[in-house]
């Protein structure tokens, strides 16, 4: 009987990539801002539409969490697959440019969409293995990274849908082919019979040698009257919207900063669009496998840790080295690969502190920072462009991340 449900841990893996390459749609957004800015819109507004799908996104997955044990992961995957491929069809079908109309669908209501259906391939993944929680966190979330890039070069670069087709027939495509995506994904997303475990995993043993204690389950509202919940919380606000902010002006401030260096308008472009396309985009993906990968080694403490301090001195130096391709290459890969680091550390160290069985209800709440991340990053990077001071947003961020570093050091486990 064990080994096809050891089979099925394989099609669990499938699915999660499927599903979170087409919820990586909201990473995408930059490339649709300068043709919005063309139509007219302000850097602030392209980056309102980004900011309210992110909290859009964290805060319905609160409710998802809750939903999760009535309705079943595959429904609720679905049901989060049809909203989000609704909202961006239904905004290319109302024109693909009006900012009430994109702020609504795309924002409220894609948000929503991803909100409903992130959480499910977290949980399921965790049931399923055990035994390498950071692993599969971070091959479940990968997809989120890669589908920005995915999404980017097909509106750009390698399918030019924007140029030949339009915001509003982009948008379109782009809806159906979320749905899709998703509905298929959920087809393997079920949790494993009660009491299963892979075979061989003891669970003393693993907690042993990574240095856990043995863990008790916490329900949500336990876990919201412990200080650790909110060092927790406020580590990932200043992670999380440092890297937001970075995604937001990822195209627009780098093209600044490149012609300013001299690089002329359209070479400019298409360097910075590599730089989020390519670099970025790759670095996340490859950042949620192999900071999941290196957490299971040295635990979630120290990985977040060295995480944080790494991504909050390169987002202060970016101001430096936006304008110069190599640097622009080097930075992208760093804030992405640490950006990413976090969708595969934050559920692992909720499930470390508070109970694998019960994440899928209690890190929504953790995620919920990555909500007001998504809000006070990209506003801030959109006030400042406007004001034509980008340096200062990735200053402030930057320390603001390495604080982090220092509240996630006082982070224990509750005393059952």
């Not at 009987?1 to 499927?18: D, E, F, Q």
């Not at 393997?188 to 019979?193: G, L, Q, R, S």
């Not at 949500?220 to 970075?246: C, D, H, K, Q």
């Not at 680091?341 to 502190?353: K, R, S, W």
Request: charged share 10%.
């Amino acid at each position: 009987m064990k080994n096809p449900k050891v089979l099925n841990r394989g099609y669990v893996i499938l699915g999660a990539i499927l599903i979170q390459l087409a919820l990586g749609a909201i990473y995408a957004w930059s490339v649709f801002t300068p043709a919005l800015k063309s139509e007219g819109w302000s850097s602030e507004n392209t980056q309102w539409v980004f900011a309210v799908g992110l909290a859009s996104f964290a805060i319905v997955m609160v409710f998802a969490g809750k939903r999760l044990k009535a309705w079943g992961p595959q429904t609720l995957t679905w049901l989060g697959g049809i909203i989000l491929g609704a909202g961006y069809l239904l905004a290319g079908l109302t024109g693909g440019s009006n900012f009430t109309a994109l702020l609504l669908l795309i924002g409220l209501v894609g948000g929503a969409g991803i909100g409903l259906a992130y959480v499910v391939p977290i949980a399921v993944g965790m049931r399923w293995f055990p035994d390498k929680k950071g692993m599969i966190t971070g091959l479940a979330v990968a997809g989120f990274g890669f589908g920005a890039m995915l999404w980017v070069k097909l509106a750009g670069s390698w399918g030019h849908l924007i140029e030949n087709l339009g915001l509003s027939n982009t948008f379109t495509i782009y809806g159906i082919a979320f749905a899709l995506m998703v509905i298929v994904g959920g087809l393997w997303m079920k949790f494993p019979p009660k009491d299963w475990k892979p075979e061989g995993f003891q669970e003393k043993q693993m907690q042993q040698s990574s240095g856990e204690k043995e863990s008790k389950e916490f329900t949500s509202s336990e876990m919201l009257r412990n200080p650790s919940f909110y060092l927790i919380f406020l580590t990932f606000v200043f992670s999380a919207g440092a890297g937001l902010m970075s995604i937001g002006l990822m195209k627009l401030y780098p093209m600044q900063a490149l012609m300013e260096s001299g690089i002329r308008e359209e070479a400019a472009s298409a360097i910075s669009g590599t730089a989020m396309a390519v670099f970025f985009c790759l670095a996340n993906g490859l950042g949620r496998i192999l900071w999941g990968m290196i957490s299971d080694k040295f635990g979630r403490k120290r990985s977040i840790a060295l995480m944080t301090a790494i991504q909050g001195v390169t987002v202060i130096l970016f101001s430096f080295m936006a304008g110069n391709v190599a640097l622009l290459y080097i930075g992208a890969t760093l804030i992405g690969f640490n950006f990413g680091g976090n969708f595969a550390l934050f559920p692992t160290i909720t499930a470390d502190i508070f109970g694998a069985r019960n994440v899928g209800q209690n890190y929504p709440f953790v995620f919920l920072a990555y909500g007001v991340g998504g809000i006070l990053g990209p506003i801030l990077g959109g006030k400042m462009g406007d004001l034509n001071n980008f340096s200062m947003a990735f200053t402030v961020s930057g320390i603001a991340v390495l604080i982090g570093t220092l509240m996630i050091i006082f982070v224990k486990k509750p005393v059952s």
